[in-house]
Each structure stands twice: as structure tokens, then as C-alpha cells.
């Protein structure tokens, strides 16, 4: 049974069709990528999936349940993450408290919390910073966590972003464009755990321009254009495809060689 699966979902804007019946699963522990030239509908099915629009037509089911029309906090409360392509963090406030805001269900969230539950809250407190600490261990930026989140690169800014939605504990994550913006040595490093988070079992469904870099990490790559999926596979297979020359070109035959840095395909 697939972690997500969306089933013929339309969406438009007016008289403009930007989705035409797209379908697509998502299996757990699986890199997942979704690209297409821009204004292909990448980031309008994204905005979909997290409740963010209401498809026209279509359904889309998370861990079995119909989703399509949930507010994106009761989504996200199902355990499906959201890291925007623009960073979205508390910018005065620390590293570590953007962190340990992102995460569920805190007790002090509630005046009755505070107030009747204080030894509760102080422990969750203290196991929320632990876990903070833990994540960003991971993402190797434990000596900036006292540092306000406004003196950040825009690198470490979207490794922020990811380790706010880790902090959630999700099942599935939904990064836009990880890389961009982000030189290439932090971009492997971004893409290597996310293959170590796979291997755990979480899910990502990745939009990405820096296809080489997606490419060389991803399971299963599906591509749209013009608000179609026009093909969908495996790396190797997506790249022998004319129909992703043709989405990318504008050419009906597939270019004699096409280099991912000095891979040649």
C-alpha cells in the first residue's frame, strides 16, 4: 500500500488548467523526484498535497485516509512535512528555538499546560532540546545553535528548514528545491541525509532543477509539463526518455548527449 498516493487530481485558476489528471505513489523510504520546467505544475501539485489548494477533480490519500480538503495542520498532523523553497524560520529568534518550535503536540502550548502541567512541559522541554541537538548533529550545525537564525547563510538557512520539519517526526517530507541557491558541496551533503533518512524509512517527494544532483540520489523520478505527468521512472530510465528531452528542449528527438557534470548519458 503506498504512503501517498494521488489519483487523477485537477486543478485550475480561473480558465487556466494548471493540473490535468495527475497521478503519482510514494512508497516509504523512497527519494522521490518530481521535476519539469517551470510552470509545469510541480509546485501547485505540492500545494495540493499539503492542503494548501482544493483540487477541482481527483483524490489524494495519505496513509489510507482521503485528504483532499484537510486543512494543512491536520495534515501535517498525520506526519507529512512541508521544507518551502524560501526558508520560512523565525529569523530573531535561535537555531535551536526555531527547531523546538517546529515540533507537535507541546504541552505549553495550552495556557491549562503551563499552568497545571509544568513538570510535564519542563521535561518535554528538555527532551524537545535533546532531540534538537540530535538533528542538528545530523545536519552538522550543533556550533550554531545559539546563533539568531537571521545571521545564517541561505545554505544553512535551508538546512534549517529540513531539520524544522524532522522535528515533526513525519513520515513524508516535501522539499522544494533543497539545492537551490545552495553551493554544491552543502547540496551532496543535503542529498546524503536524505538517503540516510530513507534508509530509516522516511519518505521525501523532492521538486529540483539541479537534476544531476537529484538524479545521482533519487529512486523513482516522475516528469511533468504543461500540467501532465508525461513520464516517470527509475533515474536511468527517465533519462534515455525523448519524452524528457522534449519537456526540457522543446525537441520531439532526444539531443545525442546530455552531461549531468561529467556524467554522460
Not at 79 to 96: D, I, K, S
Not at 163 to 188: F, I, S
Request: proline share 4%; aromatic share 10%; hydrophobic share 45%.
Amino acid at each position: 500500500m503506498a504512503l501517498l498516493e494521488v489519483n487523477q487530481v485537477k486543478k485550475s485558476f480561473g480558465g487556466l488548467e494548471v493540473l490535468k489528471g495527475v497521478s503519482l505513489e510514494i512508497e516509504a523510504g523512497k527519494i522521490i523526484g518530481l521535476v519539469g520546467p517551470n510552470g509545469s505544475g510541480k509546485t501547485t501539485l505540492f500545494n495540493l498535497i499539503f492542503g494548501l489548494f482544493m483540487p477541482n477533480a481527483g483524490h489524494i490519500y495519505f496513509r489510507q485516509k482521503r485528504i483532499e480538503g484537510f486543512p494543512p495542520h491536520q495534515i501535517y498532523a498525520l506526519g507529512l512535512a512541508f521544507a518551502f523553497q524560501l526558508p520560512r524560520l523565525f529569523l530573531q529568534l535561535t537555531v535551536l528555538d526555531n527547531l523546538i518550535l517546529a515540533a507537535r503536540e507541546q504541552v505549553g502550548v495550552q495556557l491549562g499546560g503551563v499552568l497545571f502541567c509544568r513538570r510535564r512541559w519542563q521535561r518535554q522541554e528538555a527532551a524537545l532540546a535533546e532531540k534538537a541537538y540530535q538533528i542538528l548533529e545530523l545536519l552538522e550545525m550543533t556550533s550554531l545553535a545559539t546563533n539568531a537564525a537571521q545571521e545564517l547563510s541561505g545554505g544553512q538557512r535551508k538546512l534549517l528548514e529540513i531539520g524544522r520539519a524532522l522535528m515533526t517526526d513525519p513520515v513524508l517530507v516535501l522539499l522544494d528545491e533543497p539545492a537551490a541557491g545552495v553551493n554544491p558541496v552543502l547540496g551532496q551533503k543535503i542529498y546524503r541525509n536524505m538517503k540516510m533518512l530513507a534508509q530509516r524509512g522516511l519518505s521525501f517527494l523532492v521538486i529540483e532543477h539541479k537534476l544531476e544532483m537529484l538524479f545521482n540520489f533519487a529512486h523513482y523520478i516522475y516528469v511533468m509539463d504543461k500540467g501532465n505527468l508525461i513520464t516517470s521512472g527509475e533515474p536511468q530510465e527517465v533519462i534515455r526518455s525523448p519524452l524528457f528531452y522534449s519537456a526540457y528542449l522543446g525537441e520531439e528527438e532526444e539531443s545525442d548527449v546530455v552531461c549531468f557534470g561529467s556524467a554522460k548519458y
